[in-house]
Structures are given as structure tokens and as C-alpha cells.
């Protein structure tokens, strides 16, 4: 049995959905050598605090659930911030977990960063450092000698980026494409039920699909971030966003639903990318029509789907949840268990 | 760089698929610091064949290409059989890819005894061993310190085992349910455009999905070893062959076919296990109707599909080859490099 000292940065839907797989997953783990320690957690709204001999991952949501607040966990040091935390803490990995900001990568990519330099294995869900910084991070990791993994970035916790390393190296993958943003496709879906793009828009704001400021999603710029992120981890490549073409759904209406289905097509929003002799290369997002039987048609509502294009395969798909509580966070836990097997045996 | 050094029991459909993933893929295992070694090649009607330095991947194939036989490679040391090749050959690891015997494992299971008992690691194709005697071979592995792994005993090389491994782990996985024989799917697929069992038969027979003496696949043998491996190692069971429920397609007529398509649904041999408090249960394969939707139905044709449902994740799907001879190659390769990176660094 190893114990793996886990700081978590950021105590919203994704670090309350690792305190949940903790809680719920630990037997498991477990029966597989490892034992999870969470000696801190930083989140701004709700509490920094600090604990070496452990945080009860059970107690952290009956505190939230019952207080809305961690402050008052008992025997606990409270923390300034992520990176003092970063510095103070004793970890051996950092999940970070603050929210998406792919404009300059925001606090996520400084915790990273600092993580990294600081020595600690990273598990990110925070698709903003990956998708802006790959090529720098994976050679401070490499150069730090410890990991930085991201399975959660793409389609949460379906595992995508472990299938790949676990079962596809050394099958020739010369593409991948899928439906990687479940808003977007949710609202394709009901469109071809028969509402108007803003009706649809509206059902996926309050079934919690869609942001208040929906255009990271209908813009394109969340699928075009996994494009980078794929094209990056999957296919070797050094791509940052701005090198991915991006067409989003904003302008699609009901008459261009209506009128691929007279086609006998379906119009979904696809991210693709690929390698020409080992380079990688047309990155890109866009809306696509697409024959009923192809599998990326068949995706309805918020669901995700990946397919791999292999020279001893042929394709391989992947289907399951792009988002969700419990879901991304075992995206995490999925992160850890695989630096676990490689250096903690 | 990590020299593994490899004796392959079999050259058949399966074996040959390895030297063409080794001749093919070698730039991208070196990558991951795999250097894959073919130390010997065993098999009966083929030649069984030694050398220390290495076989040539591309120059095994070009034998059996030009003399349909592997004896004349120069400068080898001809080997007895399989047996003597795993006690008289230096290698890290044992690839059974022999045909399958589900009666007794036939020499496959003698093999793997022999090469586990011998302090080798063993990858295998062979559903004979894993369905029949998984527990007492598994035991054997822990003993010696050695692993085996059967990426390619369901769905080929498509990642699954691995998945589940690399993925899955502390996801509370609770039951495994696809599409586990393609030759039987392809028939179904076939009936429900029109033709009758015997005709559709007769074409899979035609187009190598199915041998001449087909029971094995028809009469469900094939997929209830398949669920008898997925309850052992994805849920951790004890199961063999004979303690899996088990129905094939034999009798099903075209009359059939069609009235369930009249109820809207599609006749599909499903094989599942689940798990219900910790006990593994209900392992069984038969034909089910299901609605159209569902994501088995819309398999066609020869592929396979596999669903985990899990606590974390819902249900996550994988979809990919059943069969193929460099799917099945890749397997193996898989496995080697799934152990490397546990073992090997």
C-alpha cells in the first residue's frame, strides 16, 4: 500500500466530485495499492485549509452540504492561496481543478506551472494550461521528473487520453474525431425536435449544459481546446488554441436542421485532427453533415463520442459522459491511479 | 531503450499479425522505449525456429509470403516444440496465440502453465487458458512474479482489458454487457436484410467470419468464454466456461428476424455479468430484443461493442474489431507494452 498526499485546488462541482470517488471508490483503490491522503484544499470561496495527517474526503461534503463553507474543519491550518499552498503543503500531487480560462490560462496555469517546478505530479481537469502551454509544461515535467496528466479535460472521466496510452500506442492512430462539447450537441438534438435555437439554448442553460455566457460552448472555443489537447497527447504534436480552426453553432437554425434531415443527414458539431507523415496537422472544429449511420450522427442529446483511426484497428470509438460531478472527478483519480502504477510501485 | 526478448507460440492468422505490428509499428514503440526482440518461433505445420540474435519481423513474413514455411531462415536453431522452446529459450515473455480449445485448453493451457511456472511473462490470444483456469494461472503469475495478460481474447487488440485498467479502476464498474461475437452479429445483421439463416451462414463461412464446422461461434461457445474472461478480470470473479449460462443463434428463423423488427427491435446475441454486492453473478449469453436505440442494436455486421456501466461514469462504451489478424496482432503488443510499463523501467 503507497499513500499518495493529495493537495486539491479548486472545491467546486469537479473537487467535491473527487471528495465523492474518495468517499465512495476507496475500498476499490485500495485492492490496487493505494491509499489517498488529502492534506489540503484551496478554494477561495469556500476555504483554505490544511491538514497532514489527512481530510476525511466524507466530511468535506457533509461540511459543504450542511455550512457551504470548509473554514470551520477542525484541527485544520488555513492556507493564503494555491501557491503558497503549492510551496507550504507536503504533496506528492496536485489535482487542479480551478475553472477553464483559455485566454491566458489564468490562475490554473500558474498553479500548474508551479506544481510542476515545485516537483509534484499534476492532475489537471482545467483545460486551459494544456490547450495553451503543452509544449512548455511537458518539458518541465520531464525535466522535474514527475507527470502531468489530464484525462478530465476531454469527455471528463471517460477514459480517452489512458485508452490511448494504455491500448493504442503501437496501433498507428492517424486521426481522431468526435463530439467533444455535449451543450453544443444537446442543442443540435433538440433543434432536430423542433425547437429554435434559442429555446434550445435556454433548455441547456437551465438543465445546467450551458453557462449564463454560453459562448465558450457555442463558439466553439471548449471543442476547439480538446482539439489542441488531443492533437498534443494523442498524436504528438505542439499545438496551442490559436492554431485550431473554429466554426461553432451560433447562426444554425431550425431550416438548416430541417434541411439536412431532408438529406437524410444530421448536422453535429464535430473537432477533429490528424497527422500527414508525422506531422499533425488541420485542426479544426466545425459543423458537419453527417449520414444517419455514421456513429458520430447517432450522439444525441449531451452525450460525447471519440473515435480513433488506426492502421491495425481500423476505428475505435469511445463513448461515454463529457461532463458531470462524479464523472470528472474520476477523471482524476483515474490520473493518479496511472502515475501510481508507472513510479509508485 | 528496453530489449524485450519475445518467443511467439503460433505463426498462424494471429502471430503473423505480430510481425506485421512489429515490422509496422517499431518507430513508435521505440518512441516509448520499446525495443521488441523475436527470439523464437514455434509451430507445428510452420517451423519452429530459434536465434538468439533476433528474428526479422519483415523477413518471417516474406518466408511465409514466398515458401509458405519458416525452416529455411538462415542461421536458427530448428526447436523441438513448444514446450522445449520455453524451457530452452532465453525470453521475457511468451506470446500463446494457438488456436483455441475450450474442451481441456489444449496445448495452449500447457504452454502457459509451462511458461509462467518457468518465471516468464505471458501474453496471450488463447480464450482456452483464461475461460478455463483463470484462477489457478493467475495465482501461479502472482507466484513467480510474473504477469498475464489477454488484451486479444475478446474484441481483438480493441483496448479493452486495458481500458478497464487504465480507466476504470475506482470507477465502480457493476456489470459488462456488448456484442461479443462478430460472426454471429454479421449473420443477424444479414437475416434482418432478407436472408435465411443457412444462406446468411454460408456467407460468413465465405467470407472467413466463419470456420466450416461453425458451432463454436453459432452455438454461443465463443461469447460465453468472452463473458467468463470479463467477469474474472474486470470484475474480479472466478468463472469458467461452464458456469456462464449460455444460448446461441442456432434456430433462430428469418420469421423471427422480422416480427421482432415489426415490434421495433433487433435480435442480438448479448452476452453480460454483473456484480451485486461484491459477488459476481448472472454470467450469461443469449439472444435479446432490443430497441432499436439501443446502442448493441446498432451494431451491424461483423463488430463487436462493449458497455461498462459504472457508479462514476454511467455507462461508458467501447466499439472496435472483434477480429482481424493485425487487430489481433496489436493485442499482444499492447500486453507487452502494458507489462513494460509496470515492469520494465
Redesign the interface.
Known amino acids: 500500500m503507497k499513500t499518495w498526499r493529495v493537495l486539491l485546488l479548486g472545491f467546486g462541482t469537479v473537487g467535491q466530485g473527487v471528495a465523492e470517488?474518495l468517499r465512495?471508490?476507496a475500498a476499490?483503490?485500495a485492492a490496487?495499492g493505494l491509499d489517498v491522503r488529502v492534506v489540503g484544499v484551496v478554494d477561495p470561496a469556500l476555504g483554505s485549509i490544511a491538514r497532514a495527517a489527512g481530510l476525511d474526503p466524507g466530511r468535506l461534503l457533509e461540511m459543504m452540504a450542511q455550512e457551504g463553507s470548509l473554514r470551520a474543519y477542525p484541527d485544520t491550518t488555513p492556507v493564503a492561496g494555491g501557491t503558497e499552498a503549492i510551496e507550504s503543503i507536503e504533496a506528492d500531487i496536485v489535482f487542479e481543478m480551478t475553472p477553464t480560462n483559455l485566454v491566458d490560462g489564468g490562475p490554473g496555469l500558474h498553479h500548474v506551472r508551479s506544481a510542476l517546478d515545485a516537483g509534484r505530479h499534476v492532475a489537471t481537469t482545467n483545460k486551459g494550461p494544456v490547450a495553451l502551454a503543452w509544449a512548455e509544461l511537458s518539458e518541465l515535467a520531464r525535466a522535474r521528473g514527475v507527470q502531468l496528466r489530464c484525462?478530465g479535460t476531454v469527455m471528463?472521466?471517460?477514459?480517452?487520453l489512458?485508452?490511448f496510452?494504455?491500448?493504442?500506442?503501437?496501433?498507428?492512430v492517424h486521426s481522431v474525431r468526435g463530439i467533444l462539447n455535449g451543450t453544443c450537441n444537446f442543442i443540435l438534438s433538440r433543434m432536430e425536435e423542433g425547437l429554435e435555437y434559442d429555446e434550445a439554448l435556454a433548455e441547456a442553460q437551465q438543465l445546467g449544459y450551458a453557462e449564463t455566457n454560453p459562448s465558450g460552448d457555442v463558439e466553439g472555443w471548449d471543442a476547439a481546446a480538446k482539439v489542441a489537447i488531443l492533437g498534443n497527447i494523442v498524436l504528438g504534436g505542439a499545438l496551442t488554441l490559436s492554431d485550431v480552426a473554429r466554426e461553432g453553432i451560433v447562426g444554425i437554425g431550425k431550416g438548416d436542421v430541417r434541411g439536412a434531415a431532408e438529406q437524410g443527414t444530421r448536422l453535429r458539431l464535430v473537432g477533429s485532427v490528424r497527422t500527414v507523415n508525422g506531422a499533425v496537422v488541420e485542426p479544426k472544429v466545425g459543423v458537419e453533415e453527417l449520414p444517419f449511420d455514421d456513429?458520430l450522427a447517432?450522439v444525441r442529446g449531451p452525450g460525447n463520442l471519440l473515435t480513433f483511426d488506426t492502421?491495425?484497428?481500423?476505428?475505435?470509438?469511445?463513448?461515454?459522459?463529457g461532463a458531470?460531478r462524479?464523472?470528472t472527478?474520476?477523471a482524476l483519480?483515474?490520473d493518479l491511479?496511472?502515475i501510481h502504477?508507472?513510479v509508485g510501485?
Chains 1, 2 share one sequence.
Do not use: F, K
Not at 165 to 172: I, M, R, T
Open positions: 470517488r465512495d471508490g476499490e483503490l490496487v484525462e471528463s472521466g471517460t477514459p480517452l489512458n485508452v496510452e494504455g491500448g493504442l500506442v503501437g496501433a498507428g456513429p447517432a492502421e491495425a484497428l481500423g476505428p475505435v470509438s469511445i463513448a461515454g459522459p458531470g462524479a464523472a472527478g474520476h483519480i483515474a491511479l496511472a502504477r508507472q510501485l
